[in-house]
Nanobody
Framework: QVQLVESGGGLVQPGGSLRLSCAAS????????MHWYRQAPGKQRDLVAS???????NYADSVKGRFTISRDNAKNTVYLQMNSLKPEDTALYYC????????WGQGTQVTVSS
């Protein structure tokens, strides 16, 4: 049974930081590209960041320079370090793997507010 379990969300003030984690089980983690998506209320789910099996990363323009995706294959975990958070970063954040099969986590809420 495949599970992706996110953690690390919460309430943070603008300018603050959070580190999200996603622990994977049931897949050969090191062979999967991993992704972070987010969905704000009433909006579509958008790709935030991706990391390949080789460790190459890419980011949505809205988070470049503020967010960093990383992975630890020994721990089957992908991370999203989020700095300089803005109110518009408020969303439910999901981790996912899309190929060869698609799996999603349950999401972790990030709220940026003063």
């Amino acid at each position: 049974q495949v599970q992706l379990v996110e953690s690390g969300g919460g309430l943070v003030q603008p300018g603050g930081s959070l580190r999200l984690s996603c622990a994977a089980s049931g897949i050969i983690f090191s062979l999967n590209d991993m992704h972070w998506y987010r969905q704000a209320p009433g909006k579509q789910r958008d790709l935030v960041a991706s990391i390949t099996t080789r460790g190459d990363s890419n980011y949505a323009d809205s988070v470049k320079g503020r967010f960093t995706i990383s992975r630890d294959n020994a721990k089957n975990t992908v991370y999203l370090q989020m700095n300089s958070l803005k109110p518009e970063d408020t969303a439910l954040y999901y981790c996912a793997t899309l190929f060869p099969f698609t799996y999603w986590g349950q999401g972790t809420q990030v709220t940026v507010s003063s």
